[in-house]
């Protein structure tokens, strides 16, 4: 099946520092690229996406790139607070019938203050 | 209502029994999706339902896995003789249309132990 490859698996940052996620992806149909968030013992929240006709996106604190030509995408986060601390998950939607998304395997973010 | 729906929150089981979860999308959501988190692992795809259409099952892991999507609305994921390496949190997410549109919702899970 097609993969998502996220990386690193864990990420500790001081508060105030930035934190990368990156990930890539091998299906050249993929359009649709979303980034969640999950708490210990929370359902994963959708924090924000980007679509492959856009090469990067920002919201406050958070932005994602995406290089198609690459097949890979970023998550940043600008001064990190501890309330950041959580797994995040990027996805890429996967050209099968329904587009349904395949997701990494999660990088776990930890920000001490 | 509000969000997505899933009982029960947390189910044990024995070995060989077979179980039922259930799934209620956010109104007016018309794709429907399953998904399984192991522990420590990332979201695995399990089945695809949008409107009418035929299911997109390429994602059970064996002949025990099925679901059921009736009316359009709440979805059933029943496992037949349950082993332990079923034991993870199933997740359920709906969203309008496509999520390549839309995006998802998840529901917050059905965590299932098999003893």
């Known amino acids: 099946g097609e993969n998502v490859e996220q990386h690193p698996s864990t990420l500790s940052v001081q508060e105030g520092d930035s934190a990368v996620i990156k990930c890539t992806y091998s299906d050249s149909a993929s359009n649709y690229f979303p980034w969640y968030k999950q708490e210990l013992g929370k359902r994963p929240q959708l924090i924000i996406d980007?679509?492959?006709?856009?090469g990067e996106k920002k919201d406050q604190r958070i932005a994602v790139t995406l290089n198609k030509t690459a097949k890979h995408f970023s998550l940043h986060i600008t001064e990190t607070q501890p309330e950041d601390s959580a797994v995040y998950f990027c996805?890429?939607?996967?050209?099968?019938?329904?587009?349904?998304?395949?997701f990494g395997k999660g990088t776990s973010l930890l920000v001490t203050p | 209502g509000a969000g997505v729906s899933q009982s029960p929150s947390n189910k044990v089981t024995e070995k060989g029994k077979d179980v039922e979860l259930r799934c209620d999308p956010i109104s007016g959501h018309t794709a429907l999706y399953w998904y399984r988190q192991s522990l420590g692992q990332g979201l695995e795809f399990l089945i695809y339902f949008q409107g009418n259409s035929a299911p997109d099952k390429s994602g059970l892991p064996s002949d025990r896995f099925s679901a059921e999507r009736t009316g359009g609305s709440v979805s059933t994921l029943t496992i037949q003789r349950t082993q332990q390496e079923d034991s993870a949190v199933y997740l359920c997410?709906?969203?309008?249309?496509?999520?390549?549109?839309?995006?998802?919702?998840f529901g917050s899970g059905t965590r299932l132990t098999v003893v």
């Open positions: 997410a709906s969203s309008l249309d496509r999520p390549g549109i839309f995006g998802y919702t």
């Open positions: 996805a890429a939607s996967y050209s099968n019938s329904g587009y349904a998304l395949n």
């Open positions: 980007i679509r492959s006709n856009v």
